[in-house]
């Protein structure tokens, strides 16, 4: 499958516009499940350093994320509270750091509520941007594009794009693209998602391409690229283990039910019922240490799969949520080239007051909520 390359990046015409209205596109260059299936049988063989473990694109089927979306209405889930709050004290002042006819391309979109904030205040200013929402699921990128379409948008205009982040950074790399200003956006503290090694080459991976190394023309000469590009990053900041444990689990067993919805999510891309989700459990780790809430599904009895042999308790792990400090998220930037420059935290039982401090070294602006949560908005510094 081949990436569309023509102006028109999201003409209806195209045979991999899903829906003409919202223009969703097409750009995976593999077959998502011929390749999950094959991480699946290689990732619990536990030949990697963290044992046997599935992988966490298994959450992110069409009944994974609406369990996920019940998860994030629940007050003791503050991750998404806490950044519906920044965006919507914010959003002017981020709409204002966002260039005209920027691409504005949001990494794994999920609820369109956070993003309106900053859509409305963009339609407010009258500054032209396209939207465009990845997803690895049609019908989410369908439902979110279509409530984020039933806005009035005269400059605003909202699209989507059905893929993997691999898949998106090289559309950003098509000519067209590299010659307009980009505004990358990942929220949801989907960066801690990411070992902190995967982190750092997920975060350069995206900035190298903002930095505008483009493909070259000749001896010695590169594409010229539009500069003023920026990435938005939400990071998770609580260290209380107390809290992080009550966010994932809650009362109603929302998380349990979502972890372990990945076993059937399996059983889907393998064609046949390898696993039997009442024969598992989930088990959560907080690491002081580390700084990490990590999440396992645990067989309660002993598991075959193929020529796996799982024991009963043998913890499978699924996905990380690593949390930043201050220093942490100082040194994340600093190892994948993007760089602070303000830091704004609202007034809450954390903090007793709101702190401003501008260390000369740094060029970004960022803003969070006490110790909970922080959004970063990070400019690339563009080759001399």
Known sequence: MTIKKSAQAFADVDSKVYHSSSKIMDIRMEQPQV?????????????????????????????????????????????????????????EDLALMIKPYSLMIDLGSGNPLKISFLLRAL?????????????????????????????????????????????????????????????????????????????????????????????????????????????????????????????????YGLNRQFMLNALDHANSVLGYKAFHSDDWTVRGVWSEQTGCHDQYLVPLKDVEFEDVQLPAGEMVHIVHSYKYDALEKVQLWEKTGLREAEEWRRTDEYYGETRLFVPLYQITITWGTGINKTISVLKVDNPK
């Open 123 to 251: 339609e407010k200013m009258g500054r032209s941007v396209d939207y465009i929402a990845l997803d690895l699921s049609l019908p989410e990128l369908q439902r979110n594009i279509g409530m984020l379409s039933s806005n009035v948008f005269h400059h605003v205009r909202c699209h989507g794009l059905l893929g993997t982040y691999e898949d998106a950074r090289a559309w950003l790399q098509l000519p067209e693209n590299l010659q307009r200003p980009k505004c990358v956006v990942s929220l949801g503290s989907s960066i801690g998602n990411f070992a902190p090694d995967k982190a750092v080459e997920f975060l350069s991976g995206f900035a190298e391409i903002l930095k505008g190394k483009g493909p070259r023309l000749g001896e010695g000469q590169r594409r010229s690229v539009e500069t003023g590009s920026l990435i938005i990053v939400g990071l998770d900041a609580c260290k209380s283990g107390e809290r992080i444990h009550r966010a994932y689990n809650d009362f």
């Open 35 to 91: 390749c999950l299936s094959k991480s699946i049988r290689h990732s619990l063989q536990g030949t990697n350093d963290i044992g046997p473990s599935i992988p966490q694109t298994l959450l992110w089927n069409d009944d994974g994320l609406k369990l996920f979306e019940s998860i994030t209405r629940l007050e003791e889930y503050y991750l998404t509270q806490d950044e519906l709050e920044i965006f919507e004290q914010r959003s």
